[in-house]
């Protein structure tokens, strides 16, 4: 009885010792365990913040997310939950995001075109150019269409139309940004007389398609006869032509005078942000380029290249003849309100050239000032207001073509 008492203790002393121990290495194993597992998740926190902010430097310092972040992006998937449940971000359009190119006839205006079409495919602008080259004076109600319809084209956008200029403050429309193009007055004319009866390199029978109608006699009609006689086609109000485009749409803007310079001369200085001169494209192209750079960039380099110089040279005028001395100093005369206005113009565009800071050589003008003045005082005393009102109702109907 006493033996088996002993041995009893001896089991039970064992077992004790074996859940002692068994109770100790477990203790020991937990106390490790926390140990290992906070550092783990201190080193992916710590990890993380350096991530964080080595990705929020490159995103501060190069206007965007590192390379590294898209490119896992790209691996993991192109799309994120807020992509496909999210409301979508808002586009980011560049400013200004509406311009309007209302192009005044034979001023380098289809050059200009053909180099738009091919910055619009190259920088993703929506360019809508109006094929109405005839109806630049609108009714109120043409207008209102007008300004509604350009201002639903999708931004950003250029549109360009042979029209006068548009007031869309007026109707209380979001005003677009203008930009534009003249030249020498005198040389407009002639170009426009001579595209209308012998068209330009694009092909001999160009001019016949345009205007089909013209007679023979008018089509030859010599342009000092033209101008000496007074045809409609070579005097007022015929020939007051650039400075309705930037006075507008108001009656007053196609009479010849000061009110139409004038208001002329304002839209230009608050509705315009460049109005360059054709005798100086290539200065006209690197400002448009500095000033609207999500349309303009890189054009002076297409404008250059070989391939557009031989689309170019399809757009000039043919058979253009230089009218007397006496035919000029008529045309002048007629013209000296428009000559005002393109000197205007002129001198802006150096003012905004010199403070840009662009240095280039000008090219003078295609008649010198020096010349202008001597015209201008060689010019008889033209006819009384009164009397070429009458000269162009008698003459209304006559042969010649209106435009």
Same mark, same amino acid.
Request: a positive charge.
């Given at each position: 009885?006493?033996?088996?008492?002993?041995?009893?203790?001896?089991?039970?002393?064992?077992?004790?010792?074996?859940?002692?121990?068994?109770?100790?290495?477990?203790?020991?194993?937990?106390?490790?365990?926390?140990?290992?597992?906070?550092?783990?998740?201190?080193?992916?926190?710590?990890?993380?913040?350096?991530?964080?902010?080595?990705?929020?430097?490159?995103?501060?310092?190069?206007?965007?997310?590192?390379? *590294?972040?898209?490119? &896992?992006?790209?691996? =993991?998937?192109?799309?994120?939950?807020?992509?496909?449940?999210?409301?979508?971000?808002?586009?980011?359009?560049?400013?200004?995001?509406?311009? &309007?190119?209302?192009?005044?006839?034979?001023?380098?205006?289809?050059?200009?075109? *053909?180099?738009?079409? =091919?910055?619009?495919?190259?920088?993703?602008?929506?360019?809508?150019?109006?094929?109405?080259?005839?109806?630049?004076?609108?009714?109120?109600?043409?207008?209102? !269409?007008?300004?509604?319809?350009?201002?639903?084209?999708?931004?950003?956008?250029?549109?360009?139309?042979? $029209?006068?200029?548009?007031?869309?403050?007026?109707?209380?429309?979001?005003?677009?940004?203008?930009?534009?193009?003249?030249? !020498?007055? &005198?040389?407009?004319?002639?170009?426009?007389?001579?595209?209308?009866?012998?068209?330009?390199?694009?092909?001999?029978?160009?001019?016949? &398609?345009?205007?089909?109608?013209?007679?023979?006699?008018?089509?030859?009609?010599?342009?000092? $006869? %033209?101008?000496?006689?007074?045809?409609?086609?070579?005097?007022?109000?015929?020939?007051?032509?650039?400075?309705?485009?930037? %006075?507008?749409?108001?009656?007053?803007?196609?009479?010849?005078?000061?009110?139409?310079?004038?208001?002329?001369?304002?839209? $230009?200085?608050?509705?315009?942000?460049?109005?360059?001169?054709?005798?100086?494209?290539? !200065?006209?192209?690197?400002?448009?380029?500095?000033?609207?750079?999500?349309?303009?960039?890189? $054009?002076?380099?297409?404008?250059?290249?070989?391939?557009?110089? /031989?689309?170019?040279?399809?757009?000039?005028?043919?058979?253009?003849?230089?009218?007397?001395?006496?035919?000029?100093?008529?045309?002048?005369?007629?013209?000296?309100?428009?000559?005002?206005?393109?000197?205007?113009?002129?001198?802006?565009?150096?003012?905004?050239?010199?403070?840009?800071?662009?240095?280039?050589?000008? /090219?003078?003008?295609?008649?010198?000032?020096?010349?202008?003045?001597?015209?201008? =005082?060689?010019?008889?005393?033209? =006819?009384?207001?009164?009397?070429?009102?009458?000269?162009?109702?008698?003459?209304?109907?006559?042969?010649?073509?209106?435009?």
């Amino acid at each position: 009885m006493k033996n088996f008492n002993s041995s009893a203790l001896h089991s039970h002393s064992q077992s004790t010792n074996h859940i002692r121990e068994r109770n100790s290495r477990k203790y020991s194993l937990l106390s490790v365990l926390p140990l290992r597992f906070s550092l783990r998740g201190y080193g992916v926190c710590m990890a993380t913040l350096f991530l964080f902010c080595f990705g929020s430097l490159f995103y501060q310092l190069n206007g965007g997310p590192p390379k *590294i972040l898209l490119d &896992i992006r790209q691996y =993991l998937g192109g799309s994120t939950y807020l992509d496909d449940h999210g409301q979508p971000a808002p586009r980011v359009l560049p400013f200004p995001s509406q311009v &309007i190119y209302n192009r005044v006839g034979k001023c380098g205006s289809r050059t200009v075109v *053909i180099l738009l079409r =091919l910055l619009a495919e190259k920088h993703q602008f929506n360019l809508v150019s109006s094929d109405i080259h005839n109806k630049t004076r609108l009714t109120k109600h043409e207008q209102v !269409d007008l300004m509604k319809n350009i201002s639903s084209i999708p931004q950003p956008f250029l549109y360009t139309r042979h $029209v006068h200029f548009l007031n869309f403050t007026r109707f209380k429309i979001e005003q677009p940004v203008y930009i534009n193009i003249i030249r !020498d007055p &005198i040389n407009r004319f002639l170009s426009n007389y001579f595209f209308r009866r012998f068209g330009d390199w694009r092909g001999e029978q160009n001019h016949l &398609i345009r205007t089909p109608g013209m007679k023979d006699d008018e089509r030859y009609l010599d342009i000092n $006869v %033209c101008i000496l006689e007074n045809y409609p086609e070579c005097s007022n109000p015929r020939v007051f032509y650039i400075i309705p485009y930037f %006075c507008g749409q108001h009656p007053q803007c196609r009479e010849p005078g000061v009110w139409a310079l004038e208001r002329a001369k304002q839209n $230009v200085l608050e509705n315009y942000l460049l109005v360059g001169i054709l005798e100086e494209l290539e !200065d006209v192209l690197l400002l448009l380029e500095r000033l609207l750079p999500h349309y303009f960039t890189g $054009v002076l380099n297409i404008y250059k290249s070989p391939d557009y110089r /031989k689309m170019g040279n399809m757009t000039g005028t043919v058979r253009k003849q230089t009218p007397t001395l006496e035919a000029l100093q008529v045309l002048y005369h007629h013209m000296r309100y428009e000559y005002e206005f393109y000197n205007f113009v002129r001198d802006q565009f150096h003012l905004t050239k010199k403070k840009i800071g662009l240095k280039s050589v000008s /090219k003078p003008p295609a008649y010198s000032n020096d010349f202008l003045r001597q015209l201008a =005082l060689r010019t008889p005393e033209p =006819l009384d207001e009164d009397e070429e009102l009458e000269t162009d109702l008698e003459d209304a109907n006559s042969w010649l073509v209106h435009p």
